[in-house]
Nanobody
Framework: QVQLEESGGGLVQAGGSLRLSCAAS????????MGWFRQSPGTERDFVAA????????YYGDSVKGRFTISRDDARKTTYLQMNGLKPEDTAVYYC????????????????????WGQGTQVTVSS
């Protein structure tokens, strides 16, 4: 089993920045990468970003390209999501997730490919 714990959410003004962290514990040797998703009330869970390992291929949702950056620290078993230029429409609960197998291409964007999820952290962007 793999446990994931997010942190770093909060309230920020439009144009501001936040950095989310996702710490992995448990059977982390079985990890193939990490993804971030977000969900607002009444909407589906949307793909935000993902990073693979080994290697560091990155993938981004269209709405966050150029503003968000995903990275990882292997020693700390932690994945980060640096969010710059935040907009009110970025307001959501952000979840980190780990796939249960190797993914490629567009499969990184599908929440169904992820078997491990954190509890979520709220990000609120005021206008």
């Amino acid at each position: 089993q793999v446990q994931l714990e997010e942190s770093g959410g909060g309230l920020v003004q439009a144009g501001g920045s936040l950095r989310l962290s996702c710490a992995a514990s448990g059977r982390t040797l079985n990890l193939y990468g990490m993804g971030w998703f977000r969900q607002s009330p009444g909407t589906e869970r949307d793909f935000v970003a993902a990073i693979s390992w080994p290697g560091s291929s990155t993938y981004y949702g269209d709405s966050v390209k150029g503003r968000f950056t995903i990275s990882r620290d292997d020693a700390r078993k932690t994945t980060y999501l640096q969010m710059n230029g935040l907009k009110p429409e970025d307001t959501a609960v952000y979840y980190c997730a780990a796939p249960t197998g190797r993914l490629g291409g567009s499969t990184w964007r599908s929440a169904y490919e992820y078997g491990y999820w954190g509890q979520g952290t709220q990000v609120t962007v005021s206008s």
